[in-house]
């Protein structure tokens, strides 16, 4: 018995180190704009492997839900008048699906996934002192002036590299409200991070800072009955705006974020009608996978950039209420959960609106990651 604990501790021991190697190399991987599967394969089939002689869930409902959305991207796929099947990404939409979801559905000590959640958010902090340290500094900032990472020919896309640490200020966030301890440390890491989307000028990230922060301080001045408390936590709302606001002012990019007018005439609107062509033509089962990026191509020559309208046009009606079935029965796993897991949905999907990445681990790491963390009890107020 002593024996046999001895190595199921080894094995989570081992699979929270690939997985935390997983996210670093989900970061850095030699791609600019995601994180497609070529470009991933070695640390995910890594993680996949040691998965396999951990605890498991075993969510028999999630398979299917995730099997039959395969079935439904093979037979749209198949019936597309735009997307030849042997060029499609079919399979390697596949077996992303089926090992996101396997890996999500890991069963873990609560110690182990604490270490991956720390790592994560310790990790996350890191990269916003990168990207401000090349912003400062000069190195980490692209021809159209907006800072990034520096990856060898080319600077890491900021909606991408935003959209990663998001749940980490997510977090940082949820911690000052609800937790006594390390209130400092959480509100410099969410400073630096506002700071970081503000120079990398991420309108996504922007945006979904905002819905982070409207969703938890909504929920305080709902539930908590201290009047005192409200009127406390709404005055220092307004002196960190005003200190904002006047810190930030300057900044040629916090001119472009804060000017709403221009969002409106965004390329990206653009886009997102072309790739909506893959639904008009197929509502019900939607045009194949990868027609929304197709069409975004021919008509105006370039990706969708949404994973919403990506899923909607490739898989239709069909295929859209199977991946909502998937993230609801993730958001059910645990009631005590719903809130935190509610914060971290938003911190996760809502970038994916300005990110083309249905069909890889751009949008399935973060179904991936929130099943693991719904799978296991963690404490999220350290």
């Not at 960190?240 to 804060?258: D, E, H, T």
């Amino acid at each position: 018995m002593k024996i046999r604990f001895v190595r199921g501790v080894g094995i989570q021991e081992a699979f929270t180190f690939c997985f935390c190697f997983f996210l670093v190399l989900y970061i850095f991987n030699g791609y600019e704009f995601g994180a497609p599967f070529e470009y991933t394969i070695i640390p995910i089939s890594i993680v996949f492997l040691v998965s396999l002689f951990t605890k498991h869930k075993y969510d028999v409902k999630s398979f299917l839900l995730v099997l039959l959305l395969i079935l439904l991207g093979i037979v749209s796929t198949l019936s597309s008048n735009i997307i030849n099947f042997t060029q499609s990404r079919v399979l390697t939409f596949s077996i992303t699906c089926v090992v996101c979801i396997w890996i999500g559905d890991v069963y873990i000590n609560e110690k182990y996934m604490n270490r991956i959640l720390s790592f994560y958010v310790a990790f996350s902090f890191i990269i916003v002192a990168m990207i401000i340290a090349g912003y400062l500094f000069g190195f980490g900032v692209d021809s159209h002036g907006r800072a990034s990472i520096n990856y060898g020919d080319f600077f890491k896309d900021q909606n991408y590299l935003s959209a990663f640490f998001l749940p980490a200020f997510s977090i940082a966030f949820y911690r000052i409200i609800y937790s006594e301890k390390g209130k400092i440390r959480n509100s410099v890491f969410c400073i630096l991070s506002l700071f970081a989307v503000f120079i990398m000028s991420s309108r996504g990230s922007f945006l979904t800072i905002l819905l982070i922060t409207a969703f938890v301080i909504g929920k305080m001045i709902l539930v908590d009955k201290s009047i005192i408390k409200k009127v406390v936590l709404i005055g220092l709302l307004l002196v960190a705006v005003i200190v904002i606001y006047n810190f930030f002012q300057s900044l040629p990019m916090f001119q472009r974020m804060m000017n709403f007018e221009s969002y409106g005439s965004d390329v990206r609107l653009r886009l997102w009608a072309a790739g909506f062509n893959g639904f008009f033509y197929s509502p019900l089962i939607g045009s194949g996978i990868g027609s929304a990026s197709e069409y975004s191509w021919r008509l105006v020559g370039n990706a969708v950039h949404n994973s919403f309208i990506e899923f909607i046009a490739d898989q239709g009606i069909l295929g859209a209420v199977v991946v909502l079935l998937i993230l609801l029965r993730i958001f059910m796993r645990k009631r005590e959960k719903r809130f935190f897991i509610s914060i971290l949905m938003i911190s996760f999907f809502v970038p994916l609106f300005f990110l083309t990445g249905y069909t890889n681990f751009t949008f399935w790491m973060p179904v991936m990651f929130i099943s693991l963390i719904a799978t296991n009890s963690i404490e999220c107020k350290s």
